[in-house]
């Protein structure tokens, strides 16, 4: 599975954006799973990492890059609050879970 | 292209520009100890541009080209840029907790974009079409502007052309087919030492009389006749000191601001772009004053972020962060940050698109954002001492914290609470003194415009006769139509039947 990564900015952030990939890679299995620039063809699922609930990066054009989307925004995934040290967990659970219907 | 920080920093070693600092010609601006905040502030503006986590707010799809560019050389296409441009200020704010000195380029390509077109359109010049030439070539080599704007004015109460002495305003003594000559000042310019160009406009409405000065041109900083004076701010020379007494070590207090001389300096006709067309000058005015006074609710609400956090730190070190007025004095100073902010917001999201196709912000609320900026800064960095207490002006200096024989005193009477060090302490102290007791507050006041001048924007565009109209429809002075379809009769009938019953 190829995930892209988007940013949005970080112009004034909740979380640390930056931390939340780094400890999501340790979790991801890297036999499974790579994270590849937003660029790359044939993207399985597109990351947006919103570091703050105004989702800036959330835009038509950019989950248009891969068939799947999940959204961090600030201390929500896909809008729904979560803890923020769960954050790079929950990506994981998640990712697994639409992966899951991947051929 | 977009440069790195590093890039940048050697682009400066290839320029040559005359510049003087305390009495002495400084030959390379990268390698001068004095300029050294100031150029790695700027170098900020490039190197944020290269990570991928604020790319999405540092870069700009150019609608020249297409090509991929700093925002900082971008002339603004939708709504969404003008957002995304307060939200570059904040982010850079946040980085260097100080003036990061390239918007006032930034807002003088986009000033003169949006004038050079208008003139074109009423006098059939060319202004425009050397402008976006002019514009590709700063894009292509991100270059750094320095938007010199204010002039030194001399007596304020005579218009340019009455002044004794002709230079104290930038003007046009020559005229060739090749290009123009001008002499005159530029003053108070920020980042202009570590600039790559100096982009000029006038600074004020000028009639038929003062035609010569209505200029608006671009010159290479290193450009024959051009001189740049450095100018002195506060404690300036404690970045020589060492490293804790400056505060904000790696990017000091405001922009470092320059005179600028133009002795007679020849400007070819490419990077002339207005040029005795004193009919649009209250337009380049006011619409750059607008562009740059949208800026300050991003800056300094950025460095305001910085500063927040300094004194959450610092009352923490001193075991008092759960005190009741230091708690309500942090809330206080988010409260006022946050309303700046959010006038950056509402006059970029109030923006709309101009007959050139560039953006432009709400005129009333970027001036409504710079003249909170003029006051709410204040205050939130007077609360910034109130947390952190007289420590911030009385703390001894870094030779004596490390000197042999007394440094010890200070490691030991300085110290506060369990798990803060003595020397982060003296850190944050030093950093809230840089940032709430020096020339940054001077430069809230008056940067992009001195509070009177909002003043005569927002009374003049504060709409007062529609406002009047709607006080005599809401009093009964003049007809409600709306009342009369509620109740189904005119007003009159409406309240005679209630003092009937």
Redesign the interface.
């Known amino acids: 599975m190829q995930i892209g990564?988007?940013?949005?900015?970080?112009?004034?952030p909740e979380v640390d954006?930056?931390k939340i990939v780094e400890r999501l890679k340790k979790e991801l299995d890297k036999k499974k799973v790579r994270i590849v620039p937003l660029d790359t063809e044939g993207i399985d699922l597109v990351l947006i990492?919103n570091a703050c609930p105004t989702s800036?990066?959330d835009r038509e054009e950019v989950r248009q890059r891969a068939p799947l989307c999940i959204t961090v925004n600030g201390r929500m995934i896909d809008y729904l609050p979560v803890k923020e040290e769960e954050i790079p967990e929950l990506l994981k659970e998640r990712i697994k879970k639409k992966g899951s219907g991947l051929k | 292209m977009i440069k790195s920080g590093k890039e940048y920093v050697e682009s400066l070693r290839a320029l040559s520009p005359v510049v003087y600092a305390f009495g002495e010609r400084i030959k390379s601006v990268a390698d001068y100890p004095l300029f050294a905040p100031h150029v790695n502030a700027a170098a900020m503006t490039y190197e944020l541009a290269n990570h991928?986590?604020?790319?999405?707010?540092?870069r700009a799809k150019s609608h020249l080209t297409g090509d991929v560019i700093n925002r900082f050389t971008h002339v603004h296409q939708s709504v969404d840029d003008l957002v995304?441009k307060v939200?570059?200020m904040?982010?850079l704010g946040?980085k260097t907790g100080t003036c990061f000195q390239r918007c006032v380029g930034l807002d003088a390509l986009n000033g003169i974009y949006l004038t050079s077109y208008d003139i074109d359109k009423k006098y059939q010049t060319e202004y425009h079409q050397r402008f976006k030439k002019y514009l590709k070539f700063v894009q292509e080599k991100d270059l750094m502007l320095a938007g010199a704007m204010s002039d030194p004015k001399g007596d304020r109460s005579l218009r340019p052309s009455e002044q004794e002495d002709k230079d104290l305003y930038l003007r046009v003594v020559e005229k060739k087919k090749e290009g123009i000559i001008v002499r005159g000042a530029k003053a108070h310019i920020t980042g202009t030492v570590n600039s790559h160009e100096i982009i000029c406009m006038p600074t004020r409405t000028m009639t038929e009389d003062d035609k010569d000065y209505a200029l608006a041109l671009a010159v290479p900083i290193d450009a024959q006749g051009v001189t740049l004076i450095f100018g002195r701010q506060t404690n300036d020379t404690r970045r020589l000191d060492g490293e804790l007494d400056a505060g904000n070590a790696k990017y000091g207090i405001v922009g470092g601001e320059a005179l600028i001389v133009f002795d007679d300096v020849f400007v070819p006709w490419e990077r002339v772009f207005m040029c005795g067309e004193y009919d649009f000058t209250t337009e380049l005015v006011e619409t750059f004053a607008g562009y740059h006074r949208s800026n300050y609710g991003g800056c300094k609400v950025?460095i305001s972020?910085v500063v927040i956090g300094a004194a959450a730190l610092v009352a923490e070190s001193n075991g008092v962060e759960k005190a009741h007025h230091i708690r309500d004095n942090l809330t206080e100073m988010i409260l006022l940050a946050e309303t700046c902010?959010s006038c950056s917001l509402a006059c970029s999201y109030e923006g709309y698109k101009t007959p050139s196709g560039a953006y432009t912000i709400n005129p009333l609320l970027a001036n409504v954002v710079k003249l909170n900026i003029t006051r709410l800064n204040y205050e939130w960095m007077r609360l910034a001492q109130d947390i952190a207490g007289g420590i911030i002006i009385t703390l001894p200096s870094e030779k004596d914290y490390r000197d042999k024989d007394v440094g010890r005193y200070v490691e030991k009477y300085f110290k506060g609470k369990e798990g803060f060090s003595t020397e982060e302490r003296i850190r944050l102290y030093r950093l809230i003194e840089n940032l709430a007791v020096g020339a940054g507050l001077p430069e809230a006041m008056h940067g992009a415009g001195s509070p009177a001048a909002q003043k005569i924007m927002i009374g003049r565009r504060g709409n007062i006769e529609e406002k009047k109209k709607l006080a005599r429809v809401v009093s009964g002075i003049k007809e409600d139509i709306y009342f009369q379809k509620i109740v189904g009769m005119k007003e009159k009938e409406y309240f005679a039947q209630i003092l009937r019953a």
């Open positions: 990564l988007k940013y949005c900015g970080s112009c004034n954006l930056l990492l800036c990066a | 991928p986590e604020f790319e999405d707010i540092l995304k939200r570059m904040r982010l946040q950025g972020d902010w």
